[in-house]
């Protein structure tokens, strides 16, 4: 089923697309968000990725699993480009007279989550990592892929994806330590140390 849908997407088969769309869009949204922690920009992600996914599709190898993995990759690369536009964007904002002012988004997307307080003692944590740390921690904990698909999915070798993993979960409980939260984000992590391991058999 996979190879077959894969050799469809490489000859440009707008139904076998589809199919990866609705195998796939909710994972890739998913992930979108827990890199931005923002949902209207994670929809627009989510259009980028199938955009990109489709102009990359002669690059999908003829056999293999799940792509799955392939599109986080390109959502991750997606993400950073959308990063990099906001802060062009917000610097040339920066630049216009004061008076403009510019929208704050923070509670309307805050009015959008169903577990603020997990939220954000997540997003405070996730402020003391890198964004390589960031995307592998997205990947393997919150997407639920094993070493060798992240490491597939970023373009890295496996032992890479360890060592990230590894530093992120060490800054991510260093920087909870301090507040409320801090036995419930040692219970995150244990399980999620859990599933990636279940995922590496």
Not at 97 to 118: H, L
Not at 156 to 165: A, D, K, Q
Request: charged letters at 30%; hydrophobic letters at 45%; glycine letters at 10%.
């Amino acid at each position: 089923m996979d190879t077959q849908l894969r050799a469809r997407i490489r000859a440009g088969d707008h139904d076998a697309f589809g199919v990866l769309f609705d195998a796939c869009s909710r994972s890739v949204y998913n992930h979108a968000f827990r890199l931005t922690g923002d949902w209207a920009l994670a929809e627009d992600i989510v259009s980028l990725t199938f955009l990109e996914a489709w102009r990359l599709r002669g690059k999908v190898g003829e056999e293999g699993g799940s792509l799955r993995p392939w599109l986080l990759g390109v959502a991750t690369n997606v993400a950073r480009n959308t990063r990099r536009a906001a802060r062009r964007h917000a610097a040339a904002v920066s630049r216009l007279p004061r008076d403009e002012g510019v929208r704050d988004f923070a509670d309307e997307v805050v009015a959008r989550i169903d577990d603020a307080r997990q939220l954000a003692l997540v997003r405070a944590g996730l402020a003391a990592l890198r964004r390589p740390e960031r995307e592998v921690l997205a990947l393997c904990v919150w997407s639920g892929l094993d070493y060798a698909a992240a490491a597939q999915a970023l373009g890295v070798p496996v032992g890479t994806v360890r060592s990230r993993l590894s530093r992120a979960r060490t800054k991510l409980a260093r920087a909870l330590e301090p507040g409320g939260g801090r036995g419930q984000i040692r219970e995150d992590r244990t399980a999620a140390a859990g599933t990636v391991k279940e995922g590496n058999r």
